[in-house]
């Protein structure tokens, strides 16, 4: 079954404005799905295949001389040196759209883009569905802990998998192939308890000394570490936002994982009923809604514009979305029923920000829409409609 991507008009825009783009996303996104749609008449390769990979590492020039018209090239950070072939080929050709690259690594293949296609290069990550992509395809539950707990990898709402089969393969297979290749990791079981030492921490403020102390490595070691999970899309480090309003702020980021589903499981959430009662269901809530406005700006090809913001007193705001000299500050709170406490953090915030302050949301669990003194309430399904706006 095929899901429409909200970034499949994006994709086309940048390839008729950029000689080469590139997708990138964590392993299982829907990539390379994405790029054979939206261009289906274009030749194809892949460098996860061994003999295209030896073929395109041994003879570049030859490889791309197959596609004298462009082509589709999939997961090219398996052979970042035919970057430097490329701009070759398209400073002489000056053609838009010639090639379409997807890679599920940052390092190798950011490296190569910078080396040698900066200025020729479109960036456009792919994350896994959004909720609007879902709704749209008829795959959204319309049981948030169902849709925390099932998470938004493709092939389980493409083939109906049971999401705890399929994540646990996906572990596996992650550390296997890629955490090896982007890092020395000796210690697979090591790395493995570190990850789920961090999907514990998703939602808070990033610690690395006590991270790397309660998994039993240096700080560098968990410092390097957790750039892999950010180079495969794995985790995402939110910024705090820079200005101080004369306060003193607390400059850490926040540590986030980027698909819910894959946190519950390194939890060992079992199912979906245990996630209404779950200590970590809170933090998982607000998981998803951060990684769902991501995916809204990302599928339109924009940077992150989200932050958030907390002083040294504990005074805080869960999100604050930067649309230009305005902030948007956002709530997030998965309990069903809305309580007079949810809006406290707002209403500081929005007296020390002044006329800073942007339009007042509330995320929540429950199901109703409504708008309490000025801040807009919106029920956690409202969301698909925020991501694409802001």
């Not at 000689?19 to 390769?45: E, H, I, N, W």
């Not at 090639?99 to 910078?114: N, P, R, Y």
């Not at 949301?361 to 802001?390: D, F, M």
Request: aromatic share 10%; with cysteine.
């Amino acid at each position: 079954m095929f899901v429409p991507r909200q970034a499949s008009d994006a994709l086309r825009r940048l390839a008729a404005a950029f000689p080469v783009v590139a997708v990138t996303g964590p392993r299982q996104s829907g990539k390379t799905t994405l790029v054979q749609k939206c261009f289906a008449g274009v030749p194809y390769a892949s460098l996860e295949d061994l003999d295209q990979r030896e073929f395109a590492t041994r003879d570049p020039r030859g490889f791309l001389a197959q596609f004298p018209e462009g082509a589709v090239l999939d997961e090219v950070q398996r052979c970042p040196g035919i970057l430097s072939y490329l701009q070759g080929i398209v400073d002489q050709q000056r053609r838009m759209g010639m090639f379409i690259l997807t890679g599920s690594q940052q390092f190798d293949l950011l490296a190569g883009i910078t080396q040698s296609l900066a200025g020729r290069v479109a960036l456009l990550p792919l994350l896994p569905f959004s909720l609007a992509e879902l709704e749209a395809a008829g795959l959204a539950s319309t049981r948030l802990e169902e849709q925390l707990f099932t998470g938004a990898y493709p092939p389980i709402h493409d083939r109906k998998l049971e999401p705890g089969v399929w994540y646990g393969n996906y572990v596996s297979t992650y550390l296997e192939r890629d955490v090896r290749r982007m890092v020395n990791v000796r210690d697979l079981s090591g790395f493995q308890r570190f990850v789920r030492m961090c999907a514990g921490r998703t939602g808070q403020l990033l610690n690395l000394s006590a991270l790397a102390n309660d998994c039993g490595i240096t700080h560098n070691t968990a410092k390097a570490w957790l750039s892999v999970l950010e180079a495969s899309y794995v985790a995402h480090l939110l910024p705090p936002h820079h200005r101080n309003f004369n306060k003193r702020l607390v400059k850490t980021p926040k540590l986030y994982f980027l698909d819910a589903g894959l946190a519950a499981w390194l939890l060992g959430i079992k199912d979906a009923a245990t996630l209404r009662v779950h200590a970590q269901r809170g933090a998982l809530f607000e998981t998803w809604v951060v990684s769902e406005l991501l995916k809204g700006r990302f599928n339109r090809a924009q940077l992150s514009n989200l932050y958030f913001w907390r002083d040294r007193t504990g005074n805080e705001v869960d999100v604050l979305i930067e649309d230009g000299p305005k902030l948007h500050p956002l709530e997030i709170k998965s309990g069903e029923t809305i309580n007079t406490d949810f809006f406290g953090g707002l209403r500081s915030w929005m007296q020390v920000a002044g006329k800073a302050a942007g339009t007042a949301r509330l995320v929540y669990g429950g199901n109703q829409s409504q708008t309490r003194q000025g801040i807009h309430v919106l029920p956690w399904r409202g969301l698909a409609k925020l991501a694409a706006a802001l």
